[in-house]
């Protein structure tokens, strides 16, 4: 949380609280039990243009970089999305601007079902 590629993406201090008590409160357990990994072949970035259904992209101006970087190439490679960058948020948009980010999902599905 306090790594600045992270901690410079939450633009609400509210949000931004809220969300550092739910990862103080989360245990971590993933991180510290080792599990069995599969890797897939191809890999799963070698595979994306074989998406082939609607797919909507979300991110915010201020998201982390590499979250920046994968929503383009999510956009450039799978043939039908639609990326939308959310303004004045971050990484948090869900939590920093839940109306916008809800209508967001509620306008795409709602042209899938017209397309």
């Known amino acids: 949380m306090q790594a600045p590629f992270f901690a410079n ?25 080792s599990s069995p990994q599969c890797f897939l072949e191809p890999s799963a970035a070698g595979r994306i243009a074989e998406i ?9 101006v201020y998201d982390i970089p590499a979250c920046l970087e994968i929503a383009d190439l999510l956009d450039e490679s799978v043939p039908d999305s639609r990326k939308v960058v959310m303004t004045d948020t971050g990484h948090l948009m869900h939590m920093e601007k839940p109306d916008e980010f809800n209508q967001h999902l509620v306008d795409f599905i709602r042209n899938v079902g017209d397309g």
């Open 52 to 60: 082939h259904v609607p797919t909507l992209i979300l991110t915010a």
């Open 9 to 33: 993406t939450i633009r609400d201090s509210a949000a931004g609280a809220q969300f550092r008590r739910i990862a103080t409160d989360y245990s971590w357990w993933a991180l510290s039990h």
